[in-house]
């Protein structure tokens, strides 16, 4: 039962045009959102986060906007460039005091077109 | 400061042995988990060490799996009589490990690629 789902398994967008990176979930506990950025052979790396009292947050060029009543969360990119080509995973956690037990969406693979 | 490290990079062997992977965590991170990235699929949790607390194995998939984290840094990851479905991907992640509102950053690692032949 995939409690994180991301549905389309990749993406191409040409470079400086918006892309939209998109994520559900089903489990009404979660408060807090991630992506990580995964480029071939390495680790995940954190991008942005969400708080569950937040509906938007941005950082340059990556906002996360996070609808509570659909469960669903986007991730924009704009404008986008060759080197956001990589991997990209939501995940959500609910925090109960002390641990932080993050749920991941299987990923989509974003290719940004020169 | 150096990041999180996993050894080895690589990891090929054959079905019915024992395999052993390395985390080394940030230095300072009370906090280490285990993921497993199998082909075409996200990354699943397998373990989560917090500082001196018993760890949540809830993710460990069979009794074959087995992790420890010795003087609350190193951890090292244990599959025994591997098979070929253990291949995959398996990445280890640190945070500072505070508890309270709100989640906390993971730091991964660039993970142990390890195939069961």
């Not at chain 1, 892309?19 to 680790?43: H, Q, R, V």
């Not at chain 1, 990119?77 to 641990?99: E, H, K, L, R």
């Not at chain 2, 062997?13 to 082909?39: F, M, N």
Request: net charge positive; proline share 5%.
């Amino acid at each position: 039962d995939q409690q994180v789902k991301q549905n389309s398994p990749s993406l191409s967008v040409q470079e400086g045009r918006i892309s939209i990176l998109n994520c559900d979930y089903t489990n009404s506990m979660f408060d807090y959102f991630l992506w990580y950025k995964k480029y071939p052979a390495e680790g995940p790396t954190f991008l942005i986060s969400i708080s569950s009292i937040k509906d938007k947050n941005e950082d340059g060029r990556f906002t996360v906007f996070l609808n509570k009543s659909a469960k669903h969360l986007s991730l924009h990119i704009v404008p986008s460039q060759p080197g956001d080509s990589a991997v990209y995973f939501c995940a959500a956690s609910a925090s109960p005091s002390g641990t932080y037990k993050y749920i991941f969406g299987t990923g989509t693979r974003l290719k940004v077109l020169a | 400061g150096a990041g999180v490290s996993q050894s080895p990079s690589n990891k090929v062997t054959e079905k019915g042995k024992d395999v052993e992977l390395r985390c080394d965590p940030i230095s300072g991170h009370t906090a280490l988990y285990w993921y497993r990235q199998s082909l075409g699929q996200g990354l699943e949790f397998l373990i989560y060490f917090q500082g001196n607390s018993a760890p949540d194995k809830s993710g460990l998939p069979s009794d074959r799996f087995s992790a420890e984290r010795t003087g609350g840094s190193v951890s090292t990851l244990t599959i025994q009589r591997t098979q070929q479905e253990d291949s995959a991907v398996y990445l280890c992640a640190s945070s500072r490990g505070t508890s309270g509102t709100g989640g906390e950053t993971q730091y991964f690692g660039p993970g142990t690629r390890l195939l069961v032949l």
